[in-house]
């Protein structure tokens, strides 16, 4: 079975107030459902937001742009 969360909630897991949570909504910036006045969120979709938000550490990122690089390189030969 799929867990909804209500905006205070989902507020909470955010960490924004439910003010901002409404505009994103506005902006569509996440996704939400109302099925009536009641604006619910599938935590599936909160969690992969979250995700989907994370900033690579200083080595993940050296290591990507070697990946690159490397692949840059292979691209010429």
Not at 10 to 34: C, D
Not at 48 to 67: L, N, T, V
Request: aromatic share 10%; hydrophobic share 40%.
């Amino acid at each position: 079975m799929k867990k909804y969360l209500n905006i205070s909630e989902t507020s909470a897991m955010l960490g924004i107030s439910i003010n901002t949570l409404y505009a994103w909504n506005v902006q569509h910036k996440i996704r939400y459902f109302k099925p009536s006045k009641i604006v619910l969120y599938l935590l599936s979709d909160i969690e992969k937001y979250i995700a989907d938000s994370c900033i690579d550490s200083q080595e993940i990122i050296e290591a990507k742009a070697i990946d690159a690089h490397l692949k840059d390189e292979g691209s010429v030969l």
